[in-house]
């Protein structure tokens, strides 16, 4: 496949190898958190842990669009899908992520009109095509898909079309990394910062981590090769004692980002005070919701909702898996009382999730 | 460890042939229904009647839409009932077929179906012997199910099974795929991808047979429908006690396959298909059953894919192309397009 084959070529991943394995330090360990979900599900997909010596140690991040949604929110979702007017739109896998009373994917067969939707452009298209039926689009998701969700907005405005709306979950990538850089016990060495947020937002939102945090930084697609070049990459600046945000995914993302998908976003958007982060707590202005403008198209202000809070199950450490502080594995549920067909905690939900995806796929590494 | 039914309601996991209907299937008609015929859990229940061993299977058709690229629910219906019967190394005798009609559908449409089932029986060798038909309510069925019922007889001496895989056996597949899926999914309108894709629907009882020539060294045969090969092979290690270990490298896969997946964020090891075998041959059978497949014209794609191990247990592993491993699990539920 073009595109595809190019950046999976096992000959240049053993290269990459050779040479992490040259730029490790013997027995000392280097702790890489990958921020985004569609790296911690590249690495185990491909194996990539098994490209790269024990000195370096894959830390997966919060960065599962589905997985820190709250379950109040789910409840939230749930409840505006069972409205009878309601067609209520979601991508996939949001379906079975389970919140306090059950899925989506529950909700629906149990009656309500729940559909799985590629992007909010069909969701507005279904709006168009029943205009006696109230839709609503479960808008999730960083700044990656929060323009597609904006240009959405926009146009469902240009054309008038009054039954389509947004229940605006979206969220931003700086303040989790910023909670879990100030979080007690840290023990991260760099970061490998997401790919396509950053096509978005650019490279200057991460300065922040090598300027008050020392950190190095670098931003990264998401296929395995390009991984292992973060992995290069941030290990050179390790060695020769530098601390820069580093651009790997040059072939897309440019240090500005992209002007009109931020100038999109707020148009129609603004940040929330606080917002509740499952696994991590409340973070504030780490998310964002509709301007008053887009009251109309806004799910939130439309509807009533329940707001419950739920609080995240005891035994469930999602919040220390996010964090870093431990690994899938070591969670007192994994993989017994917490398994993809049962997830307890988000992490096991979406194949992007640390859990998910490494008891789906990466369950040949654990140590014994 | 067996995934378990705790599901008050039905969801559409349940049917989409991974471990939540297995669950299903395990847990709640097993249980019920629990007999030694069906306790096997085959694609077809064996049966000795006369001194004769039977193969006796049924499946149900609900895809939509009910035509699409390379073929249509009627052929469909015929040909993934010959396969149950062909994996189970037996020759198709006949077939039934229940209809369940939508009120308001067009009759000219289901003569046309009627007629395409009756091409791949022909095609296939083997009678449509019974029938019934039902009409339901606007609004209560898809446009039209269909079920077939399916008899055939295992000849002598074929004896399959995942008792009998060791490790060191080959794995072959006899094409590319996740074809029909993805054909199909494609062809439901929804993704806006135009990709020239067609399902793989054929029967592949003559490839069967021809790998059944070499005897005892055809351990296990399966076609890989619903829930993909992974799930064929998953089924296989937990039964055997075995590991497979997949080469991806070597997996037969269309570029149009891999490009629709990969934009998805679909595994294509998880995609159904509707024209293919798997096989388990001894290690000194390997090369001879792949030619054997390649000789025929269903089965010019075929393609060794990996072998059996004694570890890890019960685990369908995979050494990907990239140069890493990894485990290759059953999916929960239907695979979910993933958002980024």
Same mark, same amino acid.
């Given at each position: 496949?073009?595109?595809? !084959? $190019?950046?999976? !070529?096992? @000959?240049?991943?053993?290269?990459?190898?050779?040479?992490?394995?040259?730029?490790?330090?013997?027995?000392?360990?280097?702790?890489?958190? %990958?921020?985004?979900?569609?790296? =911690?599900?590249?690495?185990?997909?491909?194996?990539?842990?098994?490209?790269?010596?024990?000195?370096?140690?894959?830390?997966?991040?919060?960065?599962?669009?589905v997985c820190v949604i709250p379950m109040g929110r789910v409840d939230d979702a749930i409840a505006l899908a069972e409205r009878p007017?309601v067609?209520f739109t979601t991508?996939?896998d949001m379906m079975r992520v389970p919140g306090g009373r059950g899925s989506l994917l529950e909700a629906k067969a149990r009656g309500a009109d729940v559909?799985?939707?590629?992007?909010?452009?069909?969701?507005?298209?279904?709006?168009?095509?029943?205009?006696?039926?109230?839709?609503v689009?479960f808008?999730i998701?960083?700044?990656?898909?929060?323009?597609?969700?904006?240009?959405?907005?926009?146009?469902?405005?240009?054309?008038?079309?009054?039954?389509?709306?947004?229940f605006?979950n979206?969220?931003?990538?700086?303040?989790?990394?910023?909670?879990?850089?100030?979080?007690? /016990?840290?023990?991260?060495?760099?970061?490998?910062?997401?790919?396509?947020?950053?096509?978005?937002?650019?490279?200057?939102?991460?300065?922040?981590?090598?300027?008050?945090?020392?950190?190095?930084?670098?931003?990264?697609?998401?296929?395995?090769?390009?991984?292992?070049?973060?992995?290069?990459?941030?290990?050179?600046?390790?060695?020769?004692? #530098?601390? %820069?945000?580093?651009?790997?995914?040059?072939?897309?993302?440019?240090?500005?980002?992209?002007?009109?998908?931020?100038?999109?976003?707020?148009?129609?958007?603004?940040?929330?005070?606080?917002?509740e982060?499952r696994?991590?707590?409340?973070?504030?202005?780490?998310?964002?919701?509709?301007?008053?403008?887009?009251?109309?198209? !806004?799910a939130e202000?439309?509807f009533e909702l329940p707001g419950g809070r739920v609080e995240d199950p005891k035994a469930c450490?999602c919040?220390?898996?996010?964090?870093?502080?431990?690994?899938?594995?070591?969670?007192?549920?994994?993989?017994?009382a917490c398994?993809?067909e049962r997830p307890i905690g988000t992490?096991m939900v979406s194949?992007?999730?640390?859990?998910?995806?490494?008891?789906?796929?990466?369950?040949?590494?654990?140590?014994? | 460890?067996?995934?378990?039914?705790k599901d008050e309601l039905i969801t559409l996991a349940?049917?989409?042939?991974?471990?939540? =209907?297995?669950?299903?299937?395990?847990?709640?008609?097993?249980?019920?229904?629990?007999?030694?015929?069906?306790?096997?859990?085959?694609?077809?229940?064996?049966?000795?009647?006369?001194?004769? #061993?039977?193969?006796?299977?049924?499946?149900?058709?609900?895809?939509?839409?009910?035509?699409?690229?390379?073929? !249509?629910?009627?052929?469909?219906?015929?040909?993934?009932?010959?396969?149950?019967?062909?994996?189970?190394?037996?020759?198709?005798?006949?077939?039934?077929?229940?209809?369940?009609?939508?009120?308001?559908?067009?009759?000219?449409?289901?003569?046309?179906?009627?007629?395409?089932?009756?091409?791949?029986?022909?095609?296939?060798?083997?009678?449509?012997?019974?029938?019934?038909?039902?009409?339901?309510?606007?609004?209560?069925?898809?446009?039209?199910?269909?079920?077939?019922? /399916?008899?055939?007889?295992?000849?002598?001496?074929? %004896?399959?099974?995942?008792?009998?895989?060791?490790?060191?056996?080959?794995?072959?597949?006899?094409?590319?795929?996740?074809?029909?899926?993805?054909?199909?999914?494609?062809?439901?309108?929804?993704?806006?991808?135009?990709?020239?894709?067609?399902?793989?629907?054929?029967?592949?009882?003559?490839?069967?047979?021809?790998?059944?020539?070499?005897?005892?060294?055809? #351990?296990?045969?399966?076609?890989?429908?619903?829930?993909?090969?992974?799930?064929?092979?998953?089924?296989?290690?937990? @039964?055997?006690?075995?590991?497979?270990?997949?080469?991806?490298?070597?997996?037969?896969?269309?570029?149009?396959? +891999?490009?629709?997946?990969?934009?998805?964020?679909?595994?294509?090891?998880?995609?159904?298909?509707?024209?293919?075998?798997?096989?388990?041959?001894?290690?000194?059978?390997?090369?001879?059953?792949?030619?054997?497949?390649?000789?025929?014209?269903?089965?010019? $794609?075929?393609?060794?894919?990996?072998?059996?191990?004694?570890?890890?247990?019960?685990?369908?592993?995979?050494?990907?192309?990239?140069?890493?491993?990894? +485990?290759?699990?059953?999916?929960?539920g239907?695979?979910?397009?993933? +958002?980024?």
């Amino acid at each position: 496949m073009r595109y595809v !084959d $190019e950046f999976r !070529d096992g @000959e240049l991943a053993q290269k990459l190898s050779r040479e992490i394995e040259a730029l490790a330090e013997p027995g000392r360990v280097v702790k890489l958190m %990958e921020v985004c979900g569609g790296h =911690t599900h590249a690495i185990y997909k491909h194996g990539v842990e098994q490209l790269v010596p024990d000195e370096v140690d894959f830390v997966h991040g919060p960065g599962c669009p589905v997985c820190v949604i709250p379950m109040g929110r789910v409840d939230d979702a749930i409840a505006l899908a069972e409205r009878p007017e309601v067609i209520f739109t979601t991508f996939g896998d949001m379906m079975r992520v389970p919140g306090g009373r059950g899925s989506l994917l529950e909700a629906k067969a149990r009656g309500a009109d729940v559909r799985m939707v590629y992007s909010p452009l069909d969701a507005l298209e279904l709006a168009r095509r029943n205009p006696d039926r109230e839709v609503v689009f479960f808008a999730i998701g960083f700044e990656t898909t929060a323009p597609a969700t904006a240009l959405t907005l926009l146009r469902a405005r240009a054309e008038g079309v009054s039954n389509f709306s947004a229940f605006c979950n979206h969220v931003t990538i700086g303040p989790p990394l910023r909670a879990i850089l100030d979080s007690p /016990g840290l023990q991260l060495d760099a970061f490998i910062a997401p790919g396509h947020v950053s096509t978005v937002i650019g490279t200057r939102p991460y300065d922040f981590i090598v300027e008050e945090y020392g950190r190095p930084v670098v931003v990264t697609a998401f296929e395995p090769l390009d991984i292992l070049q973060a992995v290069v990459m941030l290990l050179r600046q390790l060695r020769d004692g #530098r601390c %820069e945000v580093e651009n790997q995914y040059t072939r897309v993302v440019r240090r500005d980002g992209n002007p009109r998908a931020l100038a999109a976003l707020e148009e129609t958007m603004e940040l929330r005070d606080t917002f509740e982060w499952r696994g991590l707590g409340w973070i504030e202005e780490s998310a964002l919701r509709l301007r008053p403008d887009f009251a109309e198209w !806004d799910a939130e202000a439309r509807f009533e909702l329940p707001g419950g809070r739920v609080e995240d199950p005891k035994a469930c450490q999602c919040g220390e898996v996010l964090i870093g502080a431990i690994k899938p594995w070591e969670c007192k549920v994994f993989g017994t009382a917490c398994t993809p067909e049962r997830p307890i905690g988000t992490c096991m939900v979406s194949s992007e999730g640390a859990c998910a995806a490494y008891y789906n796929y990466g369950r040949l590494t654990v140590p014994a | 460890m067996r995934p378990r039914l705790k599901d008050e309601l039905i969801t559409l996991a349940h049917g989409a042939g991974g471990k939540a =209907t297995r669950a299903l299937v395990e847990q709640l008609f097993l249980e019920e229904l629990s007999n030694p015929l069906l306790e096997p859990l085959g694609d077809s229940a064996l049966l000795e009647l006369n001194g004769s #061993r039977i193969a006796f299977t049924t499946d149900s058709y609900v895809v939509k839409p009910i035509v699409f690229p390379g073929g !249509d629910i009627g052929e469909l219906a015929v040909n993934g009932t010959v396969n149950d019967l062909a994996v189970a190394g037996a020759r198709p005798v006949a077939l039934s077929a229940g209809f369940v009609i939508e009120e308001g559908f067009e009759v000219a449409r289901l003569r046309e179906l009627a007629a395409s089932m009756a091409g791949a029986a022909r095609r296939a060798g083997v009678p449509v012997a019974a029938g019934d038909t039902k009409v339901v309510e606007r609004g209560k069925a898809d446009g039209l199910y269909v079920t077939t019922a /399916g008899l055939g007889v295992v000849p002598a001496g074929v %004896e399959l099974g995942a008792s009998r895989v060791r490790a060191g056996d080959r794995v072959l597949v006899s094409g590319t795929l996740g074809d029909h899926g993805m054909a199909v999914m494609i062809a439901r309108g929804e993704l806006q991808l135009e990709v020239e894709l067609e399902s793989d629907t054929a029967p592949v009882h003559e490839l069967a047979a021809s790998l059944l020539e070499l005897g005892g060294a055809v #351990r296990w045969l399966r076609d890989p429908t619903r829930g993909g090969l992974a799930t064929a092979l998953n089924e296989l290690a937990q @039964e055997a006690g075995l590991a497979v270990a997949l080469d991806e490298e070597s997996l037969p896969l269309r570029r149009a396959v +891999i490009g629709a997946c990969e934009i998805l964020g679909i595994d294509p090891l998880y995609v159904a298909n509707e024209g293919k075998l798997v096989a388990v041959v001894a290690p000194e059978a390997a090369e001879d059953a792949l030619a054997r497949l390649r000789a025929h014209e269903l089965g010019v $794609e075929a393609a060794l894919i990996g072998e059996i191990r004694a570890e890890p247990e019960g685990l369908v592993v995979l050494d990907t192309a990239f140069g890493g491993g990894r +485990i290759v699990d059953m999916l929960v539920g239907d695979p979910l397009p993933r +958002i980024c």
